[in-house]
Structure formats: C-alpha cells, structure tokens
C-alpha cells in the first residue's frame, strides 16, 4: 500500500472512531494556544453583567424615597412602597432558579443573552412606568410589576453569569484565577451600588427638588446602559471550554445528591446566614445618615451620604480579591466573618456612644470597617466558594439553590430583625439587640466555614470535574457521553490527533 493510501486510511479511522473524553488528556485551559485578551474577555463578558444587578437593587432605595416625596399619601402610606422594594426579591429568586436550570440543560451562553435583554427591557419600561388614565395606582402596579421581571434578569445574572465567569477563569494565569472571578462578579455589585446612589445625587443637583419626577425616571432609565453595553461581547461568547468538555445530557438525580447534598447544605447554610445577617448591618447605615443629616437636609445630601455608605464596599472587595488568592476562599471568607462579628459585638457594646452626633465620626469609620470586613469575606467568597465546589454539568443548579436559599435569608431576616427591634426594653436595646444576634451568627458561619467547607485551590474545576466522573463511572454511568461533542475546538481535536 502507498504512503498516501496509507494516511487516507489513517485518517479515516480517525474520523470513525468516536472520541471518549475519559480516556483522552485534554490539554489543560490555561494552555490553550490563546493570547491574553482572548483568555480574559469572556471573564469580563460573562460576570460584569453583575454591575446591572447592584446598580437595579440599589437604586430603586432612592428611587422609594423620591416617590414618597411625591405622592406621600397614596405611595408613602400604601402598601407600594413596600412591594416596589421588595417585589424584585422574589423574581431573583424565580431568576435563579430558572436560569439555573438552562444554563446546564441548554447553554451557559443563550441563558446570559435572555437575562441581558430582559433587564434592558424591563429597565426601559420601569422608567416609563405610567398608569391607565394618568393613575398613581396604576402607575405604581405597573412600576411593580415591571420590577418583578427586572428581578427575574437580575437572578440569571448568578447562575448563568457567574458559573461561566468561573469556568473561563481557568484559563487565566495560576495563582489570579480567583482575584479576577471576584473583580468581574461581586466587586461589580459593589460598583454598581456606588453609582446607584450617585446617579441620583447627580441628578438631584441638575434637576433640583422642583423635577424630582424626572430625576426618579432618569435614574431608572440610566439602568438600561450597564446591560446593553455587554450585549455585543456576550453575543461573541462562546460556551465555555470547560462546559464544552464537561456538558451532561441526562441528570441522574440521585447519584448528583448522594454525592452533593452535604456540600451544598453547607454552603446554602452560610449564605442563608450572612444573607440573613446583613439585613440588621444596613439597620447602621440609615442611624448614622440621619444624626449626620438631621431632618431638613436637602434631598442630595442624604443620597451623598448614602454614596459613601456604599464606597466602604470597594476596599474590601478590592483587597479581599487578592487575599482570596493567597489563602484561599474557604480561609478569606472564615477570617472575614469572623472578624465582622468581632466588630459587630464591639459596634453593639458601644451603640449608645457611637450613635450620637458627638462620635459620628468614629461611628463611620468603625462601621467602614465592618463594610469592608463583609466584602473582603463572605461578599467576595460565597459565590466564589458556590461556583468552584461543585462539578460543570451540575454547577448552574448548584449555584442557583445556594443563593436562592442565601436570599431567603435576607427575606426572613427583614421579618425577624424587626421583630427583635421592637421588643427591646428600651432604645438602646432596640439597636443593640439586633447586633448581637446577626454577629452571633457571623462566628457560627466563620466555624462552619473553616471547618467544613472544601478547600478551593487555583485548579478546583478541573479536579471536581474528574473527581464527578469517577464517582459515576462507579457506578454505573456513562461518562463517555459527557460533552458537546460537536463543539470541540481547533486546539483539542489536535491535541487528540497526537495521541492517536
């Protein structure tokens, strides 16, 4: 036979036999014949979205407050107040759970694209909320119901966004894997709080009092620009390599709970309580503002102050980014709890000094502290830790239970909180009681943390994801049809050419 029939042979053996990911090495990510804009981009892409979500939850506090001004008797008075706040909770939670769902079943990168346009979407029509006939009623239904779906974007931005966020991520440079997950998910959040709170500022000052109608429907409108912005570099995304190796078309159920339900009732379990805890902290902010404030301030005023509430986040976030990468997340986000409950036992002992218009000054500073402690650990490192502890064909899922499970409890603590504020004895209870139970929690989720989380290292996914398949070619699965076969690219099929 010649040399050339010989290789037409060859190559057609090749093309015949079907490749088993299993028993072929495919080269590591960060391997990848890639240049570094082209290893960080789909990072960027995949978890800045997270700056809409910071930015559409936190405005809507100033947003309350101008409506309130407005319409003090049928907004301040009314059950609307409260639904236009808390409405966007529940369409996170049903968000998450949804795009959860797609994100593994369907596509990482299909599930960002719809939560993209739904936020921009349902961002326009919040600004131009309008009820029939010129209604207040209407008006504010309307604003509600829009806000319900603007939450249901926001939940796709966790699961479909920050998993695909954390799967690119493996192919960037050891040992700042974790700092630029934490840059391009919850240090956008923070961000997008900051600029929540100035915006309005801003237009405040441009418009004056006179305007606030429109200052309250700009600052809703302006919240189309974050998501837009994205939607060329996400419609340029590929899947991600590593859920290109790793897709499962069929879910067995039970084998993914025996090997995952302790894991993740963990980490749901810590969420739960700093989500839970976090509500009492905000409880701070809105003293401190208001000794330094006093009743008559100007409207900018009050949203500046509230500004630099927010600022506190980003040297937190910003640090703990780097400290996560030298310790790791389980330890970053055990040291951080623990030490934002040390602070929060200490801001509780002294509440009737700090809170005062005497000590304003030490009270903000002491209570910056605190911020940052929260965002260096728990704020940066639990999505970090829900993302990066689970295998690639369940992790959208996995994800999105454990923050679900983290944002009710936020919702039963906005319940309990208060509860345990009004039945204080006395005033100085009353913000001190608060304190004591959210920091107890804070060292109860700092042990939990240490001490049963995994450890998350700079090639977590990778050795998951083997992990996952040995449990279920145990027993019994067949791991060889794990994959999208037809998206394999350039780099892998030559890769797997070589060792034929």
Request: proline letters at 4%; charged letters at 15%; glycine letters at 10%.
């Amino acid at each position: 036979m010649s040399a050339d029939l010989q290789s037409q042979k060859i190559m057609e053996e090749k093309n015949s036999t079907p490749v088993d990911e299993t028993t072929l090495d495919l080269p590591p990510l960060d391997q990848l014949q890639k240049g570094r804009w082209e290893r960080t981009w789909p990072t960027i892409a995949c978890g800045a979205g997270l700056f809409s979500d910071g930015y559409l939850n936190g405005v809507i506090g100033q947003v309350n407050t101008i409506l309130g001004m407005l319409y003090p008797d049928t907004y301040a008075k009314s059950p609307a107040s409260q639904n236009v706040s808390a409405i966007a909770f529940a369409g996170t939670v049903v968000g998450m759970l949804i795009f959860g769902y797609t994100s593994d079943h369907w596509s990482r990168k299909w599930s960002l694209m719809i939560s993209t346009i739904i936020l921009f979407v349902f961002a326009a029509l919040c600004a131009g909320s309008y009820g029939l006939n010129g209604s207040q009623y209407g008006m504010f239904a309307a604003l509600t119901a829009y806000r319900f779906f603007i939450g249901v974007g926001i939940g796709g931005e966790y699961p479909a966004g920050s998993v695909a966020a954390a799967e690119n991520s493996g192919e960037l440079k050891k040992g700042h894997r974790n700092r630029w997950f934490i840059m391009f998910t919850n240090f956008q959040i923070d961000f997008g709080f900051v600029v929540s709170a100035l915006v309005p500022c801003i237009l405040v000052l441009i418009c004056t009092e006179n305007h606030l109608r429109l200052v309250w429907r700009l600052s809703l409108g302006l919240g189309i620009i974050p998501p837009l912005s994205l939607l060329y570099l996400r419609l340029k995304l590929e899947e991600p390599e590593e859920f290109n190796r790793e897709r499962m078309h069929k879910f067995p159920i039970w084998l993914i709970i025996k090997f995952y339900w302790f894991r993740m009732a963990v980490v749901s379990l810590v969420w739960f309580i700093y989500d839970f805890s976090s509500y009492s902290f905000g409880l701070y902010s809105s003293e401190w503002i208001g000794i330094i404030t006093g009743e008559d301030a100007p409207l900018w005023k009050t949203f500046g102050w509230t500004t630099l509430t927010y600022l506190f986040y980003l040297p937190g976030s910003g640090v703990g980014a780097y400290v996560s990468d030298w310790i790791g997340p389980r330890k970053c986000l055990a040291l951080g709890v623990l030490l934002q409950g040390i602070v929060g036992f200490i801001m509780s002992g002294c509440y009737k000094f700090l809170a005062t218009s005497a000590n304003v000054g030490g009270f903000v500073v002491v209570y910056g502290i605190f911020l940052a402690l929260g965002e260096l650990g728990p704020g940066n490192n639990l999505g970090l830790c829900a993302a990066k502890s689970s295998a690639t064909a369940i992790r959208g899922q996995y994800y999105s239970y454990c923050a679900a499970i983290g944002k009710v409890g936020a919702f039963v603590g906005t319940y309990v909180l208060p509860i345990v504020r009004n039945n204080a004895p006395n005033p100085v209870r009353a913000g001190q009681d608060p304190f004591f139970v959210s920091s107890s929690l804070c060292i109860f989720s700092a042990f939990l943390a240490y001490f049963l989380l995994p450890q998350i290292d700079q090639d977590t996914i990778t050795t998951e994801d083997q992990r996952f398949r040995e449990y279920l070619a145990q027993n019994g699965y067949d791991t060889s049809t794990l994959g999208n076969k037809d998206k394999i690219t350039t780099q892998e099929t030559v890769a797997r050419d070589d060792l034929v």
